[in-house]
């Protein structure tokens, strides 16, 4: 490559870095029991452009919730132990940052927002004091400010100012989850994670909910990570798209990208997974075999024994992931055979 060329690659990479608030690279995460070591996350590379919201699914173990406690440098430790890799949150390496460091990072400028509201929550606060808390925490405010805050939040998420008073088990579900939204955005984070934040909620909340962290989102400038299994809730709300299979992604790209042109046999799986209101009568196609034991992976690529295209080098290599087009990359290695065509795209 010439210099000049160089100088050229260089600057884009450059630029591509400001563009994301989050890039992790070559992300390695082990938990060491005493049967045995569970290998959760496996050479992960993942990226979240700023003001943008990515939407990481996968299967129940995929290494969804891993990736995100490692984002916080969270990860329990006993067993847990990174092992190598990256994670570079708006200009700053995670994983070489203090105790002190850490603690500004977590809530002032990354938030999360965990699956079940109710263990969140602390049941003998006022959820104001527990709103209170957190600004205290970060910020310079007197504990009547504070509390003033708290009032601004639950407004904010749609209730009533005079709701800080009560505590946890007075509200209903959905109320609880904004709550917790509440707290994970009273210091203003640049960056938040929500792991499933919709699971305990009905349909109809749900919707809600979705909507009000979407409104938030854009309102604040903010970026998000969405950890989901539900490929409905990615479309709804997410930009980008990243599919996450045994500790890897093997499928990542805009939501119209992955959706409208997927090319990863497990991506096509999940898809066919889903009922079809176009196709009504139509069987679903449900993804043969188990998510693989992290204790005991497959050599090569480890979706490769759940799929129905798998050839002899997919049991003999880990594939990379290579262009598509666009931002849009895929890690399987039958998508160098010019033949190869998912059931999916085929099918228009």
């Known amino acids: 490559m010439s210099e000049k060329n160089l100088e050229k690659t260089t600057a884009a990479a450059v630029e591509q ?3 994301h608030i989050l890039d992790i690279k070559d992300l390695v995460v082990h938990f060491e029991t005493d049967d045995g070591c569970v290998c959760a996350i496996n050479g992960l590379n993942l990226s979240v452009r700023r003001e943008k919201t990515l939407g990481l699914v996968g299967e129940t173990g995929a290494g969804k919730t ?11 430790s006993p067993p847990g132990v990174i092992k190598g890799g990256s994670i570079v949150l708006d200009g700053k390496d995670v994983l070489q940052m203090s105790e002190k460091e850490l603690e500004h990072m977590r809530g002032n400028e990354v938030a999360m927002i965990f699956q079940d509201p109710m263990t969140a929550l602390n049941p003998v606060m006022t959820v104001g004091e527990q709103i209170a808390e957190s600004v205290m925490l970060h910020e310079n405010l007197s504990q009547k400010d504070a509390f003033e805050r708290a009032k601004e939040m639950l407004k904010m998420v749609g ?3 005079s709701r800080a008073y009560d505590y946890p088990h007075q509200f209903s579900g959905g109320m609880r989850q904004r709550v917790v939204i509440a707290i994970a955005l009273a210091c203003r984070p640049h960056f938040l994670i929500a792991d499933e934040p919709t699971t305990a909620l009905d349909v109809t909340i749900q919707a809600q ?10 309102n604040n400038h903010m970026s998000m990570l969405l950890i989901t299994h539900d490929l409905g809730v990615v479309a709804e709300v997410c930009d980008d798209v990243a599919v996450m299979y045994a500790g890897r992604i093997v499928e990542v790209g805009t939501t119209d990208e992955v959706f409208n042109d997927t090319r990863h046999p497990y991506t096509e799986g999940l898809f066919d997974s889903l009922p079809n209101l176009k196709e009504q009568g139509e069987e679903l196609v449900p993804i043969k075999g188990m998510m693989p034991d992290p204790m005991h992976l497959p050599e090569g690529c480890t979706f490769a024994p759940r799929c129905p295209y798998a050839t002899e080098a997919c049991t003999q290599s880990v594939p990379e992931l290579r262009h598509v087009n666009g931002s849009h990359y895929v890690a399987c290695h039958a998508y160098d055979d010019p033949s190869f065509r998912l059931r999916r795209n085929a099918n228009g």
């Not at 909910?209 to 854009?218: T, Y």
Request: aromatic share 0%; charged share 30%; net charge negative.
């Open 17 to 19: 870095e400001r563009d």
């Open 66 to 76: 891993t990736t995100a406690l490692s984002i916080l440098n969270l990860v329990p």
């Open 159 to 161: 209730i009533a100012e």
């Open 209 to 218: 909910v979705l909507d009000l962290m979407k409104e938030l989102i854009d």
